[in-house]
């Protein structure tokens, strides 16, 4: 798989841990411990993205 092909699968998976999070956030009686774990998951997609662009 290219660096290419790569970034672009890190920055599809960031979109959906995305509307993820959001979804989470918006539902009665949100568990914030699932929404802190999604959160920290993103986070990391995010710094690998970033290094990866580098």
């Known amino acids: 798989m290219s660096i290419h092909a790569h970034l672009e699968e890190l920055k599809r998976k960031h979109r959906t841990l995305s509307d993820q999070v959001d979804t989470a956030q918006r539902a009665p009686g949100a568990d914030t ?4 774990a999604l959160k920290k998951q993103k986070l990391k997609l995010k710094e690998e993205i970033t290094r990866l662009s580098g």
């Open 33 to 36: 411990t699932e929404v802190a």
